[in-house]
Nanobody
Framework: QVQLVESGGGLVQPGGSLRLSCVAS????????MNWYRQAPGKERELVAT????????NYASAVKGRFTISRDNAKSTMYLQMNSLKPEDTAVYYC????????????WGQGTQVTVSS
């Protein structure tokens, strides 16, 4: 079955960097676009970045544009989120998400990885 496993979160000072990874299994990773979401305490989950199946096109939320970079390695079935110039408002649990569209829509989420930006 589909599994998405995030890693790479942690505590970092403002201005620092982190690189998140999402390792996928149980489906043909290279066929599908992928997404990073985040959810801060007391807030709704929000879309952070998306990447097409080939990695040729990406999109970002305005709050992270220019600081975060989404990428993928289809040979390793892994997606990444490079986060630079981190701010306290980036503190959240970060999730990777897969949506498979066929006769029905199926959404799959990882368990999340905590990112805390604090001095």
């Amino acid at each position: 079955q589909v599994q998405l496993v995030e890693s790479g979160g942690g505590l970092v000072q403002p201005g620092g960097s982190l690189r998140l990874s999402c390792v996928a299994s149980g489906f043909t990773f290279s066929r599908w676009p992928m997404n990073w979401y985040r959810q801060a305490p007391g807030k709704e989950r929000e879309l952070v970045a998306t990447i097409t199946s080939t990695g040729g096109d990406t999109n970002y939320a305005s709050a992270v544009k220019g600081r975060f970079t989404i990428s993928r390695d289809n040979a390793k079935s892994t997606m990444y989120l490079q986060m630079n110039s981190l701010k306290p408002e980036d503190t959240a649990v970060y999730y990777c998400k897969l949506t498979i569209l066929g006769l029905k829509r199926y959404d799959y989420w990882g368990q999340g990885t905590q990112v805390t930006v604090s001095s």
